[in-house]
Structures are given as C-alpha cells and as structure tokens.
C-alpha cells in the first residue's frame, strides 16, 4: 500500500523560506512522477511542481518558478520542496502526489494527506 508523508509546514514570514518532505512507500517509483499541488482557502487545488523519479527532470508552475525548487533523495524515497522568497499568496495546505510517468499527476495515483504553510505579512 503506497504512503506519502509530508512534514516541514508552519508558519513563517513573508521573505522567509520552508523546505517541505514527502516520505513515500509502498512501492518501487522508478516509472513515477513525483510532485506537489497546494490548496489554499475557497480555492481550487493546483499545481505546483513535479519531478521525474528517474532522471530527475523537473517542471513548476509559473507562480513559483524562480523561487521554489523541487528534488529527491532515491536513496530515501523522499521528495523536497525547497520554498523560498514566500508570499502570503503562497498560504495553503501542501499535497504531495504520487502518479505514474505517462499520466503526469493528470491526475495523480496517490495523494498525502497535506501540510499546512502559511505565510505571514
């Protein structure tokens, strides 16, 4: 059974940066795409970031590009998201998803169960 585990929300201010970890399980990924998708309030959930388990490309959304990075730890089966230069718009519960390559998390597999970030002016 797949598991992914975020950790590393909070609460910080605007400027200040957080690094996210999704600690997934249950299977093997090397076919998958790894990624984050956000939530804020009376929002709809949306893209943030994904990376290719195996080759480790990477690909973000235009409201983060520059200031977020996405990574893995193979060894670990951990996936980062490192954010920085954070803004109150970047407030919102973080998923982390699991999906497999061909699909491109349209839509993801496997979900966690979200961490919360907010982002104080």
């Known amino acids: 059974q797949v598991q992914l585990v975020e950790s590393g929300g909070g609460l910080v201010q605007a400027g200040g940066s957080l690094r996210l970890s999704c600690a997934a399980s249950?299977?093997?990924?090397?076919?998958?795409?790894m990624g984050w998708f956000r939530q804020a309030p009376g929002k709809e959930r949306e893209f943030v970031a994904h990376i290719m388990w195996s080759g480790g490309s990477t690909y973000y959304a235009d409201s983060v590009k520059g200031r977020f990075t996405i990574s893995r730890d193979n060894a670990k089966n951990t996936v980062y998201l490192q954010m920085n230069s954070l803004k109150p718009e970047d407030t919102a519960v973080y998923y982390c998803a699991a999906g497999p390559m061909f699909r491109l998390l349209r839509p993801p597999d496997y979900w966690g169960q979200g961490t919360q970030v907010t982002v104080s002016s």
């Open positions: 249950g299977r093997t990924f090397n076919n998958y795409v």
